[in-house]
């Protein structure tokens, strides 16, 4: 991790193989949360219902916050798309114990979690990765 404060938080929107892959860097808190939810709002919009959540560089210490992505995810689920989020495994052991397994599917790498969305036998190569941005009008 890049010397940030431990409040700092930084969200980054890309594209791999067509999906986009919101990674999130830093410490979780409720205004970041607000941000994640309208990059996922704008994405649904945009048609886009398998989206991948990347929090494998996010500090631990309040992980159980993501549960207020619930309506994102239900509302994507509705289109029968889902969110995969990528972390660690201690990340995910204390997902778990948080009940959030229930509400995203757990991955442990980006490639997996595009395995997953792709429904590919095994993991792509080496995905072309592209950096994206979300226009407001």
């Known amino acids: 991790m890049d010397k940030s404060s431990p409040d700092e938080c930084r969200v980054v929107l890309k594209n791999s193989?067509?999906?986009p892959i919101i990674e999130v860097i830093?410490?979780?808190n409720e205004a970041n949360l607000r941000i994640?939810?309208?990059i996922i709002t704008a994405l649904e919009t945009a048609g886009h219902y398998n989206i991948?959540?990347?929090i494998r560089r996010v500090l631990a210490n309040n992980l159980e916050l993501l549960t207020s992505l619930?309506?994102?995810v239900g509302r994507i689920r509705?289109?029968?798309g889902n969110i995969d989020l990528v972390a660690e495994a201690a990340q995910i052991k204390q997902m778990a114990n948080d009940g959030l397994a229930r509400l995203f599917r757990l991955?442990?790498?980006e490639s997996q979690a595009l395995t997953r969305i792709k429904g590919l036998l095994r993991?792509?190569?080496e995905p072309a990765v592209t950096s994206a941005s979300i226009m407001e009008s």
Do not use: L, Q
């Open 17 to 19: 193989s067509g999906v």
């Open 52 to 54: 991948v959540v990347n």
């Open 26 to 28: 830093g410490s979780i």
């Open 36 to 38: 994640i939810e309208r």
């Open 78 to 80: 509705g289109h029968y």
């Open 70 to 72: 619930a309506k994102c």
């Open 107 to 109: 991955c442990t790498s």
């Open 123 to 125: 993991s792509p190569e």
